[in-house]
């Protein structure tokens, strides 16, 4: 299994690409970033599974990620691509299942360590209120009955 | 001032003041006013500015964009922190759909009670996810 | 005040009932006699004045009235310098305070504000039912029943011009061992006392300003800080002239600033001990003084009006209202005067509505107009205005209007576009004009901005959808000289007004 050490900038700079995050700080991100674990999974190692506790945030790394919904592959996920990133504040189940596809490493943020960080940074939480604001409103704005 | 006891004890019961320790909460709901709204009366109004926040004590409100309805709100729910923090008008009206109890907080406040109450925030973390989960299932 | 040779107003049926005696129920009654609406003004008290009969107790007013002002008295323009004055039609009923006024101060005496409104009375000859005092309500399909001292009024509407003035104390122990402000007495007696203020609101500081020279010490505490209106950049908060404690305690000179609850009041004898508890959670505080008065606050004396159904809210328990001052759970129940304030209007960032007497005056005859169309069959005149004079008809409201002045965000001045082109609808509540269902119109108001400065905004309704035209800040609020507010105006009002 081939290991990766990622430098804390390398794990801010994966972390700034998830939507959650977008238009943080780098200051405000590198706290984070040090909360989150280098994780490697073998081939066909589970990540989460459907219908589990949200316990955090997986980025992929490097080698890549089968999403299945209900016994049925939907999607795959490759370097730079993430999944349970709103269970990382509210822990809700997963609605899908994500298997290893080769070796694999991923970037982890369990929601614990997520919400120390936060608690410790008002301003960040407030940061993140108004990401999630802006994602709203476009969803809202876009959507048709 | 009026016994506000009783409005400490109604905001206590909200999801969103649940993990406040009643001294804290006391400060809440000094700092909050409490306004009354007939049936139909607009309480939030799509494009104007300098709207505020909201959060619904009794009753129930009708989210209503160019007048057609979206979604009912009802005790508990908040509403008017999109604007606010976005610095930009509402993007829909919030009226009243019966007798309405709300409390109110002005938007140029908003930002400070946030940070001098986290807990407050954390909950609007929360219930702002859940939103978008809601949001993100319906735009596919 | 001489007596009337028969007492107006007998008890019996009434097309309305204005039950008042200060400023808002003078005003709406004198404009309603103006319009023509036949109704009865009746108070409980002996002579005009309503809370000007007693408060405040040590201070001038918090309102002004200039004698000398940019516009010359009597003018339309001048009321914006002359918060005290009722609005008169004729020029004798006009800016009667100033005349009253011994030119020491630009703000009345209390004894100057009530023959100000006395004068008001007795020039107008309006007359009014003294020393009835409403008691219990009821409704029944002919209309309201008024219970009163001297026997039952009828009408299907009912004014209710009853101040916010009731004395209010919160519940805790040894509540009853505490005076309220309404039963302060006069300075020199509490001399060298130390004395314990429960409230740190305006009616708090004016006790701690006005006793300063005579307690030996003074305690102000309440949950909250002090807001400062130099801060708030408005009329909320403790108002410049009440400071002087605050300077006080920072020079160590016996004055304590508490933000505290206070938890008990105890009896020690003739001495009392005050049990607080800090709002940041440090601890308590027990804090002995010779008097305590509860500085807090006041609600509105209702009676039996929730019983009936009208909606109140907030700690002053203000009864909710439509737009144009009609309760919002009880049609044909109306407000003059401070308890107006419970109709917010639109409070953007935060503001509201004012109910002090230099704003309420207008509500009051807007209130008396909107009536008078309404339900006496008497219309409001909305003359046709030439579609090219309409953007400097706008400006010049912003420019001079003293409604817009002493309502900013709250009255606008709306011109409609009906089929024959657009009329001028006079000044409405601009909550009224934002959330109606009229046509295509505009409405034109004042709002200041978190740093004091005075703009211009233009409210345009198209099609049934407003939207909001925030014009420039000009250094010396020459709006109409504004060709950039002119260009985006006309910009704005584009295909509207034909």
Redesign the interface.
């Known amino acids: 299994m081939a290991t990766m050490v990622l430098t804390l900038d390398d794990k801010a700079a994966a972390l700034g690409r998830v939507a959650l995050f977008d238009g943080l700080e780098r200051a405000s991100l590198l706290p984070i970033a040090d909360a989150a674990t280098e994780v490697a999974f073998g081939d066909g190692d589970a990540l989460v599974i459907q219908g589990q506790v949200g316990t955090g945030l997986f980025i992929v790394v490097s080698g890549a990620v089968r999403i299945v919904l209900s016994g049925e592959d939907v999607a795959r996920l490759g370097p730079g691509d993430y999944l349970g990133e709103l269970a990382v504040i509210d822990r809700q189940p997963r609605s899908a299942s994500a298997f290893a596809v080769g070796d694999t490493t991923c970037l982890a943020l369990a929601s614990w360590d997520f919400f120390r960080r936060v608690d410790a940074d008002p301003a960040l939480a407030h940061a993140l209120l108004r990401g999630l604001a802006l994602r709203i409103r476009s969803l809202s704005e876009h959507h048709h009955h | ?5 009783a409005l400490i004890d109604e905001l206590g019961g909200l999801a969103l003041f649940a993990d406040l320790p009643r ?1 804290e909460l ?2 809440v709901a ?2 909050f ?6 049936d139909g ?2 309480i939030l ?1 799509e ?6 926040f909201y959060v619904v004590l009794e009753g129930d409100v009708a989210v209503r964009i ?1 007048g057609e309805e979206r979604a009912r709100l009802h005790r508990g729910a908040f509403f008017g922190e999109g604007a606010i923090l976005l610095g930009e ?1 509402p993007g829909a009206d919030v009226v009243a759909a019966g ?1 309405v ?1 709300v409390v ?6 908003f930002r400070e009670f946030l940070m001098r109450h986290p807990d407050v925030m954390y909950r609007m973390l929360q219930e702002q996810t859940r939103r978008l989960r809601s949001a993100n299932r319906w735009s596919r | 005040m001489e007596p009337l040779a028969t007492a107006p107003f007998p008890p019996g049926d009434y097309p309305l009932v204005v039950v008042g005696s200060g400023p808002g129920a003078l005003q709406v009654s004198y404009s309603l006699r103006r319009l023509g609406v036949d109704h009865a003004l009746i108070t409980a008290d002996d002579r005009p004045g309503g809370m000007f009969l007693r408060f405040p107790f040590f201070q001038r007013l918090l309102s002004w009235t200039k004698p000398y002002a940019p516009a010359p008295r009597g003018t339309r323009a001048y009321e914006r310098y002359d918060w005290n004055s009722l609005l008169g039609d004729e020029a004798e009923h006009r800016a009667i305070q100033p005349e009253l006024m011994d030119g020491s101060s630009e703000f009345p005496a209390r004894p100057e504000m009530e023959a100000s409104l006395a004068e008001f009375v007795r020039r107008s000859a309006l007359p009014v039912r003294y020393g009835v005092r409403w008691q219990a309500t009821r409704q029944d399909e002919g209309g309201f029943v008024l219970e009163t001292s001297a026997g039952e009024y009828r009408a299907r509407h009912v004014i209710f011009a009853v101040g916010v003035a009731e004395a ?1 104390t ?2 805790f122990p040894g509540r009853e061992h505490v005076a309220h402000y309404v039963d302060t007495r006069p300075a020199e007696s509490y001399a060298g006392k130390r004395l314990f203020i429960i409230g740190k609101q305006n009616s708090g500081f004016e006790l701690a300003s006005g006793l300063l020279s005579w307690a030996s010490r003074i305690v102000l505490a309440s ?2 800080p002090a807001k400062l209106s130099v801060q708030t950049n408005s009329l909320a908060g403790i108002r410049a002239r009440y400071v002087q404690p605050i300077e006080d305690r920072f020079m160590g000179g016996g004055v304590f600033i508490l933000d505290a ?1 206070i938890d008990a009041v105890e009896r020690l004898g003739d001495r009392y001990l005050v049990r607080t508890r800090a ?1 940041d ?1 440090s601890g308590n505080l027990d804090v002995e003084a010779d008097e305590v008065i509860a500085a ?2 006041f ?1 509105a004396p209702l009676l039996d009006l929730p019983a009936l159904g009208v ?7 203000l009864p ?1 209202q ?1 737009p144009w001052w009609e309760s ?2 009880v049609p044909g129940i109306h407000f003059a005067g401070t308890i107006t304030m419970g109709a ?1 209007g ?6 509201s509505g004012t109910g002090a007497v230099h704003g309420a005056r207008y509500n009051a005859r807007l209130l008396a107009g909107e009536l008078a169309e309404r339900h006496f069959g008497i219309p409001r005149p909305r003359p046709a205005i030439d579609p090219k004079a309409v953007v400097d008809r706008l400006l010049e409201e912003a420019a001079d209007g003293p409604e817009l002045w002493n309502q900013k965000g709250y009255l606008a001045f709306a011109i409609v576009v009906g089929p024959d082109g657009p009329h001028e609808d006079g000044v409405v509540p601009l909550q009224a004009f ?2 109606g269902d009229g046509g295509d119109g505009v409405a034109m108001t004042l709002e200041g901005d ?1 740093e004091g400065a005075i703009r211009p905004v233009a409210y345009v309704r198209r099609g049934g ?4 035209l ?1 014009l420039d800040p000009e250094p010396l609020h020459e709006f109409r000289a504004s060709g950039d507010s002119r260009r985006r105006l006309t910009e704005a009002l584009r295909g509207v007004l034909s």
């Not at chain 3, 909606?311 to 328990?317: V, Y």
């Open positions: 001032m009026a016994d506000t006891e001294p006391a400060a000094h700092t006013e409490e306004e009354w709204y007939a009366q607009r109004r494009g104007l500015s300098g709207t505020g160019t008008p007798r109890r109110n907080l002005a938007g140029p406040v | 209010f919160p519940e949950p909250r609850a709002s959670g807090t606050g609600t909606a109140t809210f907030g700690p002053s328990r909710a439509t919002a759970s917010q639109l409070k953007k960032n935060g503001v934002v959330d978190a959808a407003i939207s909001e925030t």
